[in-house]
């Protein structure tokens, strides 16, 4: 992707993040049921733990579109930060639309939700990587998404990882 491609995203995902029912001050589960009031269908947000210690690839977020409601699921082991970084990562996946990849969502899937009809799982959003565009955008979505609830947060968030810091920089957002 070279620069002015990277230019027209950030202003696409810019306009799309503007559209989203931020409230002042920051608070995640008031932004998910203005979300979902705004979506006419209600987003559901469940803690998912294996047990024993997580496996490098599961993921962290993993979003579920049914019928009638969105389901988020969480690796709940992380810090606070984090899990609300990999949920607005997963509404990053909502509001763009993104659809399933059929070679997805792999066997992790299956072994967390054993019970669950495939098919439903087909449907599945599972971050483990950035290899894919679609990854790449909804981690984009959920920086702006957290960027913009800064200025509503009451404490400063600190950006320490490298890769965090290029999303920044790339996106030309504040540290």
Known sequence: MNRSDLQRLKERLKAIVAELPLPNP???????EALGH???RPIIVRPIELDGPTPADMPSGLWIP???????????RTSRPHRQHCICHEVGHM??????DPNRPGQYLHRVFENIDPALLDAARARTSYRF???Q????????????????????RRVKSSTARQ????LGLRL
């Open 26 to 32: 920051w608070n995640l589960e008031t932004f998910l």
């Open 38 to 40: 705004q979506r006419n």
């Open 66 to 76: 049914r019928q009638t409601e969105d389901y988020i699921f969480y690796e709940p």
């Open 95 to 100: 509001v763009l639309r993104h659809n399933s």
């Open 133 to 135: 565009i679609e990854e």
């Open 137 to 156: 955008e909804a981690e984009m979505v959920a920086t702006l998404i957290l960027d913009g609830a800064g200025d509503h947060r009451r404490t400063p």
């Open 167 to 170: 999303w920044h920089s790339a």
